[in-house]
């Protein structure tokens, strides 16, 4: 009887794994581009290039 609860604990926990990972979300594009903002970064010859907005 015990092995047969822990394997059914086992089976059990890996179902539930399995269904919460397995659900998908499906967001709409928007209509416009989101702007983001773009880190700086070093450039050849060790120059800072500063970081700016950009479209995505």
């Known amino acids: 009887m015990r092995r047969f609860m822990s394997t059914l604990l086992i089976s059990a926990a890996l179902m539930g794994g399995a ?3 397995s659900g998908c979300i499906v967001v ?3 209509p416009y581009h989101q702007r983001v903002w773009v880190t700086g970064y070093w450039a050849p010859q ?3 290039v500063g ?3 950009g479209y995505r």
């Open 28 to 30: 709409p594009p928007r």
């Open 51 to 53: 970081g700016h907005w």
């Open 46 to 48: 060790h120059v800072w």
């Open 19 to 21: 269904l919460s990972l």
